[in-house]
């Protein structure tokens, strides 16, 4: 089994430009989540999923889109890039939500200039 | 909202030295779970404690529940080099998410 995979493994943006982060799960997870981590400080919740069809909003929304439109599959969307949102990017899933281990993927090392 | 906060936020030891790390929850959590990020990596789940008390070994790793379900320590015994990386905990209060601490960053000195 792959896991959880993430695409781009890197990438570099200009301000105001848009991309979509790839997120892939092969586990059957129902839930599935993006996270991003700036140095020291820990990991802040954008967005998170319970199933197809339904996302809600973490911690630091703001800048950021998602959608879930089958069970494996969870994209998330950057429109206008600001380097505020510089950062790594994990996406991750569970079986259980929060009451099961979660599976990271790679991540994504995103530079905004 | 629910908050863990972890301590502390940076540790350096000797090798052979033994390392703790502590997370403290504001709220009351149906379990908690330990994971270790590597530098330059993802990070991994290594462990879930669920029941009060509870205490759960691996190799060198010890981990703790507290009582109450509000508190949780990993212990290292005897660090190595491979121990390197950052371990956070992540509390579990809502069946949908888990909140994570900022993480204890251990750098081992050979």
């Known amino acids: 089994n792959a896991g959880v995979t993430q695409t781009p493994k890197f990438r570099i943006l200009k301000i105001g430009q848009s991309m979509t982060l790839q997120c892939t799960q092969d586990?059957?997870?129902?839930?599935m989540y993006w996270y991003r981590q700036d140095p020291g400080m820990g990991l802040k919740l954008i967005y998170y999923s319970v199933g197809a069809g339904i996302t809600d909003k973490g911690e630091v929304p703001n800048g950021y889109n998602v959608s879930r439109s089958t069970t494996e599959d969870f994209p998330l969307r950057l429109e206008l890039a600001a380097p505020s949102q510089t950062s790594v990017y994990f996406c991750?899933?569970?079986?259980?939500?929060?009451?099961?281990?979660?599976?990271f993927g790679s991540g994504t090392r995103l530079t905004v200039v | 909202g629910q908050q863990v906060m972890q301590i502390p936020q940076y540790q350096h030891v000797q090798e052979g030295e033994d390392f703790t790390t502590y997370c403290n929850s504001s709220t009351t959590l149906s379990n908690i779970q330990w994971y270790k990020q590597r530098p330059g990596g993802h990070p991994v789940f290594l462990i879930q404690?669920?029941?009060?008390?509870e205490v759960k070994k691996q190799k060198r790793l010890t981990f703790q529940f507290g009582e109450a379900k509000k508190n949780s320590s990993l212990h290292i015994t005897a660090t190595q080099t491979t121990d390197v990386g950052t371990y956070f905990c992540g509390g579990g209060g809502s069946n949908y998410k888990l909140t994570f601490g900022k993480g204890t960053l251990l750098t081992v000195n050979p």
């Open positions: 404690l669920v029941k009060s008390g």
């Open positions: 991750a899933s569970s079986q259980g939500g929060g009451n099961y281990g979660y599976t």
């Open positions: 586990m059957n997870h129902n839930y």
